[in-house]
């Protein structure tokens, strides 16, 4: 059996495994990616794309290729009607976002893109930089952690080829039934069952019966039961119809999958697929003969749209399950755990998918400096420090919403909010007030450490370059100081002689300036000029201090922070 070697194995090639390898692309670490399926997801699932996402998104170069497939900004709204016709329904927007009259905290703001449009461009992007190590269509049969590195064998299924793969870092991003997490021995822990729906996706006119209220989602209150996604707002949509708790019961009144909780937009892939679903086929549930029926489905369509001629045409089905479950531990040895293989969200709120896009760019950068020989294995110890607890809030978040019988909003920037405490960020009086990992009160910014660097709008004179504080930051460390100021240059250049990647930056230079003047130094909030910020390659701080005299003293903080020998 052939054999050979990869600094990471990545399984599951969903948005995580994909972000994940764009990401450790972008940083030089050489990977392979396996995916079981021969093709990216032709179901919508996940359509919610958070602002953090979208900037993750934005350092990827894919910003402008996921925007133009999205809906257009002002469709993202949230309708809430006893149908899809009830004269007397509600519209609202998101909870924050574009337009929304308060100030500018990203520049990417969040958009609608259903995961089978998504997925095909990230996958184009992973191959684009990592050619035939991305390979669908490939599947993990086996793997053996010897505590230096992992022993997998996987086999390509249309040819029924095996071969051995030598891997010095294995991550799962195979999806809430993890083959590797299993493997692993990693349980979960949390409810299953909390909802249990039917996902019909459809073709119809309806975008002609929404035109005065187009939305992103639109919830069905009672006597109406779950609701719509639109996926063009034109012909092509799903519903989301709530099951009971056993197959084609129907839900007892006063349930969760029996309100408008559900969110109609939410990722039908963040909860547990439904063994018995067959995608593609119409038969979502074999304990009941009429999930069968293209026609009793098309039945179901019309009466919850409100539009009883309505010309429907069923596409496929699948049935899933709403569960609030978190992995005990993200890493085992020489294996680590990422998106639904590390936490399945429950999908009211969006945030499971991206969740999972914000640890893979957690742990892309670690594995980058673990891999290049200049961190110490325990960096990987900070993923888990840093992205469990923020999973266990939005878990209990998103938990919370689905118990909302008055409905919840789309909050785009709570993942702005994340704050880290671990080793990978130098403390400082600023942690005092911010105990938590998610602030749900809403994004404040700042450049307290732990915290995502914050955006400002910059301009330049004469030239296209930065248009935000976040154009300024990677692959690598980051010094990024208020001034061009060349009395850093010999603490930037002592890091770069350890053999560490360090850009020096300024906001301001001879041509760069904020778009609104002072606003870096107000956010800064520092007494002595010359404060500057070191921003790790995830955009988050992880110091910030004066200019130290001891030319020696910013290369022992770096390696403090990559926990280096």
């Known amino acids: ?13 969903g948005p995580v495994g994909l972000a994940l390898s764009c990401l450790l692309s972008g940083q030089g670490v050489d990977h392979v990616l396996v995916e079981s399926r021969r093709v990216t997801s032709p179901h919508p699932r996940a359509r919610g794309v958070s602002a953090r996402s979208m900037e993750i998104f934005r350092r990827m170069g894919l910003e402008k290729a996921v925007r133009a497939a999205g809906l257009p900004a002002e469709q993202v709204r949230f309708y809430r009607g006893r149908d899809l016709v009830d004269p007397d329904y509600v519209r609202t927007g998101p909870a924050q976002g574009p337009g929304g009259g308060g100030p500018e905290h990203t520049p990417s703001p969040g958009l609608i893109c259903s995961q089978d449009v998504l997925e095909p461009l990230l996958l184009r992007r992973a191959g684009e930089l990592a050619g035939p190590r991305v390979r669908f269509g490939t599947r993990l049969l086996s793997f053996r952690d010897d505590g230096l590195g992992v022993q997998a064998v996987v086999e390509e299924r249309a040819a029924g080829r095996r071969y051995r793969l030598r891997a010095d870092w294995l991550v799962g991003c195979d999806g809430a039934s993890s083959t590797v997490r299993a493997g692993a021995g990693i349980a979960m822990e949390g409810p299953t069952g909390l909802g249990r729906y039917l996902s019909i996706r459809f073709e119809a006119p309806l975008g002609q019966v929404v035109a005065d209220r187009v939305s992103a989602s639109y919830f069905l209150t009672v006597p109406g039961r779950g609701g719509f996604m639109a996926v063009d707002n034109d012909r092509h949509w799903i519903y989301q119809y709530p099951l009971g708790p056993d197959p084609g019961a129907a839900t007892g009144p006063g349930t969760a999958a029996d309100t408008e909780a559900a969110d109609p937009g939410a990722a039908a892939d963040t909860g547990a697929a439904d063994p018995g679903a067959v995608v593609g086929t119409g038969a979502a549930d074999p304990g009941a003969a009429d999930m069968t029926d293209h026609r009793f489905l098309a039945g179901l369509v019309r009466t919850a749209a409100g539009v009883p001629d309505l010309d429907v045409t069923v596409r496929d089905t699948m049935t899933w399950r709403m569960d609030a479950r978190l992995a005990r531990s993200y890493r085992s040895s020489r294996v680590l755990l990422a998106g639904d293989a ?18 893979a760019d957690n742990l892309a950068w670690k594995l ?12 990987l110890d900070t993923y888990e420090a840093e992205r469990r607890p923020l999973a266990r809030q939005v878990i209990d978040i998103s938990t919370a919403n689905a118990a909302n019988r008055n409905g919840y909003r789309i909050d785009d920037e709570l993942l702005l909010t994340a704050a880290y405490r671990s080793p990978a960020v130098v403390p400082g009086p600023e942690h005092a007030d ?12 700042g450049c307290r450490p732990g915290e995502r660097v914050p955006h400002v709008r910059l301009t330049t004179a004469g030239a296209a370059d930065a248009a935000s504080t976040l154009d300024l930051l990677g692959p690598g460390f980051t010094l990024l100081t208020a001034d061009d100021d060349p009395r850093w240059q010999p603490q930037a250049e002592a890091v770069r002689r350890a053999g560490i990647p360090l850009a020096l930056r300024a906001v301001r230079t001879a041509s760069r300036r904020e778009a609104e003047p002072g606003q870096w130094a107000y956010l800064l909030g520092a007494e002595h000029a010359d404060t500057a910020l070191l921003v790790r390659p995830d955009g988050h701080i992880a110091w910030r201090g004066v200019r130290p005299t001891d030319p020696a003293a910013l290369p022992a903080l770096v390696r403090r922070v990559l926990a280096a020998p």
């Open 1 to 13: 059996m052939a054999e050979s070697h990869t600094s990471v194995l990545v399984v599951g090639g």
């Open 342 to 359: 590390a936490h399945v969200v429950p999908p009211t709120g969006g945030h499971g998918m991206n969740t999972g896009i914000g640890d």
């Open 368 to 379: 980058a400096a673990v891999t290049a020989g200049h961190a110490g294995d325990a960096l």
């Open 434 to 445: 911010r105990p938590g990992t998610l602030d749900p009160a809403g994004y404040r910014p």
